[in-house]
């Protein structure tokens, strides 16, 4: 098992719509969640992270975390084109640092005009 | 510019060659690491440094080796190039007064090993 998994996609949902983009984790000491894009060719950049069991929003985006499920998503309100790119679920040990932050594949979304 | 610059950005070499790939950052960040990025793996840790004197092996760090010349250098060198070697290779700092964990990655360097 990895330690994070997300579905591969694509992910292909129209313009307008929301995108659900899920990811689990296999170790229950994760203390802090993130969620990096990733453009084609580029460096991932984050976009949201998330400590405590909740929803936490920012704009068109919302980080969803449950701990005790061992689940964390990201909904992405109103997609857009630009916002195809593929998104990189990261969880890690500590909220300092990096050291453990353990990345999952990702999962490719594309918005269609 | 960038605040985390990688060089080269691609490279093409032969099996058994060294390589090193530089990064150099002007964050001012005490926290470097360096990454591999392979299809359908997501990113691997390779090593990290949390200050010159500072160097750990990540979960990936066989055929690897680095050096911290300075706080705002961290390269990354394969002694003798394989084919499996062949990947995008990513250098990230953080900030550990910020206390979010968030990493801040250079632009990449392709490395491809015939």
């Known amino acids: 098992q990895k330690e994070v998994e997300q579905n591969s996609g694509p992910l292909s949902v129209p313009e307008g719509a929301i995108a659900s983009l899920n990811c689990t984790y296999s170790d229950r000491g994760s203390q802090s969640f993130f969620w990096y894009r990733q453009y084609s060719g580029k460096s991932p950049e984050l976009i949201m992270f998330i400590y405590s069991n909740g929803d936490k929003e920012d704009g068109r985006f919302t980080a969803q975390l449950n701990k005790a499920s061992q689940y964390v998503s990201l909904l992405i309100r109103d997609s857009q084109p630009s916002d195809s790119a593929t998104y990189l679920c990261a969880v890690n040990r500590g909220n300092t640092g990096g050291f453990k932050t353990i990345f999952g594949a990702g999962t490719r979304l594309f918005v269609k005009a | 510019d960038a605040d985390v610059t990688q060089t080269p950005r691609n490279r093409i070499t032969k099996t058994g060659k060294r390589i090193m790939l530089e990064c150099s950052q002007t964050k001012g960040h005490d926290r470097m690491y360096w990454y591999r990025q392979d299809p359908g793996l997501g990113l691997r840790l390779i090593y990290y440094s949390f200050d010159v004197k500072d160097i750990n092996k990540g979960e990936i760090s066989d055929g690897y080796s680095v050096s911290r010349q300075a706080q705002a250098k961290f390269s990354l060198s394969l002694e003798s190039a394989i084919p499996n070697q062949t990947a995008l290779y990513f250098c990230?700092?953080?900030?550990?007064?910020?206390?979010?964990?968030?990493?801040?990655f250079g632009e990449g360097s392709r490395l491809t090993v015939l």
């Open positions: 990230a700092t953080s900030d550990n007064s910020l206390n979010t964990g968030e990493l801040f």
